[in-house]
């Protein structure tokens, strides 16, 4: 065991009290939640990663447990009138099995699809993956993770062998005497972060910001570099060139722990500077000076996030930062490394155990015949009957009602209506379904336009596991029962598996799931044989991996040697591409989104939240105060932004702190304001991550 400090058990005793995390990002922030009286008490908990810090969206999550919206019965929808109907359980399940067997029947298993979120526990997105394979026996399953982590996911494995966002504890960032920032804005999307970085300054440490948009992170930078939107990898291999130039590089680590440099050197060669400059708008001091602070440092963090990943050309660009890191000698030095933030709640863990197309439990690959043998074994179904792999989110959803494209799907703890790229198209498809069957708590534009809406239970009334971003797998608590006529995920998985007459069990119980998949992933990449609840408990969360429970856990990786075959890290030469979609004359501005400080991801939990709603209370659009006035735009005018794609209308925000050729429009709403009815369809051939962050539109006076 490690000898991290002992945290407090589920509730001190008292039943009316649970100490769990929030149910939002992946810094899974500790709290207790408190019956007092009618209504639920958030306090924070102290806990490695928030320090007992909460954000606004943590304060107010309890708001949505007894929240008039709350969907508490089955819906159906009547054939006659076209309406949602409340309906019993059993209709509900029944109508849902009756269909499913009749589109397979008629077109195949492969004619049903699942679709998840990275929100869901490790147990659910767990039996959710088990439940497609098994069950349905479809290879079509993705999640909307594909949306949020994957392309640094697949950089992670091509340099590291292993993916798991951050290799070390958060609290390293404290340590590092130089801290880079790629696309990404702790202080807006995790404000207790920020204390982790406070107290890196406090040692003298020097933070670094690439980031378009003057965030509130870049503003507490000694150094904000804001590139054009689409020229970050430009920008990482133009450091790395600088580095050779200045001979910053560590040429033993370089010898003794990678390969693949030499091509990775010749690449970068090409990268001079002053043509970077030109290209990106970074000023080749900046460059310098950035690339000198992370050589010459003692200890130096590089991390990615959404900005760097969100790209047609994601994982090549994160690959570019991971070269830096590893020429600069940091991955697995204390103190030192490279490593992602995950944005989602379970976006870790959601990736971990089987809801991604290509993927079995424990990180291991659906084609990989060892490791079919190996789930098979542990699902008592014979290898040869688990599907292959399938195809990512978004070539997913654009194929459904499609020939030879799904023709049900089932949603867990997603709202793509509103969070996938091309949103109108994808909504279209959606609609043309023969069966849409979505499971949440409240009813979000995907449950809008589902046939069977099924109420699930809210992160306060279950038990179960998350993993955080850093690899940490830590306890979520019920604080009590879901309300009469909800039922959980799991619920509805056991339900649904024994109408299918599914040749494998299917448990309800979290803790019978959770020790299923401990034998699942076994062995696998992401091996959590040695997690138990108990000792998560007792232990302030386990990193995995973690193979024996006897043994310990890992908080660090890469101190003697990665997850190749060889041990060594490999470097990936990776070269500058303009986005997919390029400005012209009739679409002649740079598009990107975002998110806000209030609210979080498709906004249909915090929305709904009062005091956020008052914080955030809809869409808009951030203009430069020159391109507004080229415009004839003036702050609050309602703004047209149009793409080849479609268009957004919200009011005009005006900031200088946005590029004169860039607009920004956060993604959390729906409707007129949907930011994705804009966005790109491209998406990386590697990771399947759509290019939320650039695409050419032109904006007008709506
Ligand atoms: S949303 Fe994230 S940062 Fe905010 S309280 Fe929840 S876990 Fe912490």
Known sequence: MTHRARSATRSGGDPRQAETHCPYCALQCGMVLRETGDRVEVLPRQF???????????????????????????????????????????????????????????????????????????????????????????????????????????????????DRGLPFPLADLGRAETLLLVGANPAETMPPLMRHLADQRERGGRLIVIDPRVTATARQADLHLQPLPGTDLAVANALLHIALTEGLIDKDY???????????????????????????????????????????????????????????????????????????????????????????????????????????????????????????????VDPDDLPGPGVPAYQLLESLGTPGGPRAMLVFGSNPVVSAPRAALIESRLRGLDLLVVADFLLSE???????????????????????????????????????????????????AARLDAPASFPADPAEVFTELRRASAGGVADYAGVSWERIDADEGVFWPCPDPDGPDTPRLFADSFATPDGRARFQ??????????????????????????????????????????????????????????????????????????????????????????VFAPFHWGGAARANSVTSDATDPVSGMPEFKICAVRVEKA
Not at 587 to 606: C, D, E, I, K, N
């Open 48 to 162: 490695p990663t928030n320090r007992g810090g909460l954000c606004q969206k943590g304060w107010t999550a309890a708001e949505l447990l007894d929240h008039p919206d709350r969907l508490t019965t089955p819906l159906v929808r009547d054939p006659a009138t076209g309406e949602l109907r409340p309906a019993t359980w059993a209709a509900a399940l029944d109508r849902i099995a009756a269909d499913i067997r009749a589109v397979q029947t008629g077109y195949g298993r492969d004619a049903v699809a699942v679709f998840g979120g990275g929100g869901l526990t490790n147990e659910k997105a767990y039996a959710l993956g088990k439940f497609a394979r098994v069950a349905l026996r479809t290879r079509h399953i993705d999640y909307n993770g594909r949306w949020c982590m994957s392309s640094a996911a697949a950089a992670g494995i091509r340099a590291f062998g292993v």
């Open 573 to 662: 030469p990776v070269t500058h591409r303009p986005a997919a979609e390029q400005v012209c004359v009739d679409y002649p501005l740079h598009f990107t989104t975002g998110r806000v400080l209030a609210q979080y991801q498709s906004g249909t939990q915090t929305r709904r939240v009062a005091a956020l709603r008052r914080a955030a209370p809809g869409g808009f659009v951030e203009l430069h105060p020159d391109l507004a006035a080229r415009l004839g735009v003036v702050e609050g005018d309602e703004v047209r932004v149009a793409s080849r794609r479609g268009e957004l209308r919200a009011p005009a925000r005006l900031t200088p702190t946005i590029r004169p050729d860039t």
């Open 254 to 380: 370089v010898a003794a722990r990678t390969t693949g440099f030499d091509e990775v050197r010749r690449t970068v060669a090409g990268y001079w500077p002053a043509e970077v400059e030109r290209l990106s708008g970074v000023p080749m001091a900046d460059l310098e000076a950035t690339a000198r602070a992370l050589g010459t440092a003692r200890s130096a963090i590089i991390l990615t996030a959404r900005g760097a990943e969100q790209h047609a050309k994601g994982v090549d660009t994160v690959s570019a930062f991971v070269n830096l890191a590893l020429a600069l000698g940091l991955p697995g030095r204390p103190g030192s490394g490279y490593g992602c933030l995950t944005g989602q709640g379970n976006g870790q863990g959601g990736r971990e155990h089987g809801q991604k197309a290509d993927q079995l439990p424990g990180y291991r690959k659906i084609d990989d015949p060892a490791a079919r043998e190996h789930v098979a074994g542990v699902w008592g």
């Open 446 to 496: 995907t449950a809008a336009l589902a046939d069977v809406v099924l109420p699930v239970a809210q992160w306060a009334e279950e038990e179960g596991t998350m993993t955080n971003l850093e690899g940490r797998v830590l306890r979520r608590h019920a604080l009590r029962q879901p309300p009469p006529g909800v039922r959980t995920d799991l619920a509805v998985l056991t339900e649904l």
